[in-house]
């Protein structure tokens, strides 16, 4: 029973580089989410899918693109990495969102280091 | 950043000890979740909570929620060294908004 899976679990970038993370949730679950987990900042929504071929921005979506082509995945890129983007980041998915909003499952978190 | 308010930050108690953490709020809300997240994991589900509810019970956590105060209170009864972890409360707005709490971090001394 997989759940969420993230990968890479860890990478380090220079400055400029760009990456893929790979989110991918076996729940047959609409609606999935990146966040970002800074110390302090608790956690922050970068963009979300309420469906395949749907995303839509969050909280702090700038220097990211995503991605929902299949419903069981949701990519996160960065094009050009800056050293504010060193963070850990989270995948969730959930069967219900918006104001009913269920319970989120969340990967094991993916820690990038940009330098 | 439309993150609630969570206390303590960081509580530090003895095994066996309840612990208890609040989250507010100001908005109205649809349901309030509560969260745990070990040290370099991802997050684990706890409860939720819907609006229409005022307590509700899993095992050794209880949940309350004051919907007047905007407020929800998580507690652990007879805590182990194996709830050492953070805690966050998560809110699904009637506003369609979803926010989290920064956590509160707890430490259960052996």
């Known amino acids: 029973n997989a759940g969420v899976t993230q990968t890479p679990k860890f990478r380090v970038l220079k400055t400029g580089q760009s990456m893929t993370l790979l989110c991918a949730q076996d729940m047959n679950h609409e609606y999935m989410y990146w966040y970002r987990q800074d110390p302090g900042m608790g956690l922050r929504l970068i963009h979300y899918s309420v469906g395949e071929g749907t995303t839509a921005k969050g909280e702090v979506p700038d220097g990211y693109n995503v991605s929902r082509l299949k419903k069981q995945n949701f990519l996160l890129g960065l094009e050009s990495a800056a050293p504010s983007q060193t963070s850990v980041y989270f995948c969730?998915?959930?069967?219900?969102?918006?104001?009913?909003?269920?319970?989120?499952?969340f990967g094991e978190g993916s820690r990038l280091t940009v330098l | 950043s439309q993150q609630g308010e969570e206390d303590p930050q960081a509580l530090s108690i003895q095994e066996g000890e309840n612990a208890t953490m609040n989250c507010s709020y100001k908005t109205s809300i649809n349901n309030l979740q509560w969260y745990r997240q070990n040290s370099g994991r991802g997050l684990v589900h706890l409860i939720l909570?819907?609006?229409n509810e005022r307590e509700k019970h899993s095992g050794r956590l209880r949940v309350t929620l004051d919907t007047s105060k905007k407020s929800s209170s998580l507690l652990i009864t007879a805590s182990r060294a194996a709830d050492t972890a953070s805690y966050f409360c998560f809110r699904a707005g009637n506003n369609r908004k979803l926010i989290w709490g920064l956590g509160t971090s707890l430490a259960v001394n052996p």
């Open positions: 969730a998915s959930s069967s219900s969102g918006g104001g009913n909003t269920g319970e989120l499952f």
């Open positions: 909570i819907r609006s």
